[in-house]
C-alpha cells in the first residue's frame, strides 16, 4: 500500500494567519491528491481533489500545490471555522489511503 | 444536491456480522463509486472498499476475505457487510460517494453522517 506521512501532527495558529500542511507519498501518486477537513463529530469534507481543484462551495482562501518534496494545502487569512482536522488521500490505485491528519488549533 | 444517510446496528459481540446500509437521495447513482471508509483512534481513515451501480466491487485487501458490499440501485442503497467482527473493527463506519477525476481517481464528495460500531463481549 501507498504511505501518506503529513507533517506537522499539530500546530497553533491564529486568525488571520496563513498555515501549510505537507502530504507526502511513499511512491509517485502523479497528481491523484485530495484533501479534507474534519471538524469533531463529523464526516470528512473534501476541500481539494486532483492536488489543485477546489472543490465547489469551498472559499478560496483554501489552496493546493505540488512540488518535488510532496503536496501542500495552504489555508490563507485562517477563520475560526479553519480549527480542524485537515487530511490527505491519494487514489492512485487500490487501496485508497489517508494520511494521519493534521489537527490545526487555536 | 445529494444526501447520504447510513443505518446500521452500533453494538456487536465478537463473531458476529456487522451490516450497515446507506440511501442516496436527491441526484443520480450511476457514474459513481459508492465506497465505505471507516474511522477509530488507532488506524485513522481507512478505506474498506467500494461498489458501483452494476455491483462490481473493489476491496481493501486487508478487509477483503470478510467483506461483502450490495447494492440496490432501483432503492437507491447499498450496503456492507463485515463478518467474524473482533474489537479491532471498532470505528466510525462511513458511507460515502466516490467521484471520478483523471479517468480512475476518486475523490469522496459526500459523506453519510457516520455509524458508531462497537465490538464488546
Known amino acids: 500500500d501507498i504511505q501518506m506521512t503529513q507533517s506537522p501532527s499539530s500546530l497553533s495558529a491564529s486568525v488571520g494567519d496563513r498555515i501549510t500542511i505537507s502530504c507526502r507519498s511513499s511512491?509517485?501518486?502523479?497528481?491523484?491528491l485530495n484533501w479534507y477537513q474534519q471538524k469533531p463529530g463529523e464526516a470528512p469534507k473534501l476541500l481539494i481533489y486532483?492536488?489543485?481543484t477546489l472543490q465547489s462551495g469551498v472559499p478560496s482562501r483554501f489552496s493546493g500545490s505540488v512540488s518535488e518534496t510532496g503536496f501542500t494545502l495552504i489555508i490563507t487569512n485562517l477563520q475560526p471555522e479553519d480549527f480542524a482536522t485537515y487530511y490527505c488521500?491519494?487514489?492512485?490505485?487500490?487501496?485508497?489511503?489517508f494520511g494521519q491528519g493534521t489537527k490545526v488549533e487555536i | 444536491q445529494v444526501q447520504l444517510k447510513q443505518w446500521g446496528a452500533g453494538l456487536l459481540k465478537p463473531s458476529e456480522t456487522l451490516s450497515l446500509t446507506c440511501g442516496v437521495y436527491g441526484e443520480t447513482f450511476r457514474g459513481y463509486f459508492w465506497t465505505w471508509i471507516r474511522q477509530s483512534p488507532g488506524k485513522g481513515l481507512e478505506w474498506i472498499g467500494e461498489i458501483d451501480q452494476t455491483g462490481s466491487t473493489n476491496y481493501n485487501p486487508a478487509l477483503r476475505s470478510r467483506i461483502t458490499m450490495s447494492v440496490d440501485s432501483i432503492r437507491r442503497q447499498f450496503s456492507l457487510k463485515v463478518n467474524s467482527v473482533t474489537a479491532a473493527d471498532t470505528a466510525v463506519y462511513y458511507c460515502?460517494?466516490?467521484?471520478?477525476?483523471?479517468?480512475?481517481?476518486?475523490?469522496?464528495?459526500?459523506w453519510g453522517q457516520g455509524t458508531l460500531v462497537g465490538v464488546s463481549s
Open positions: 486532483a492536488a489543485f
Open positions: 511512491q509517485n501518486i502523479k497528481k491523484y
Open positions: 460515502a460517494r466516490g467521484a471520478i477525476f483523471y479517468g480512475d481517481g476518486r475523490h469522496f464528495d459526500s
Open positions: 488521500q491519494h487514489s492512485y490505485g487500490s487501496p485508497v489511503t
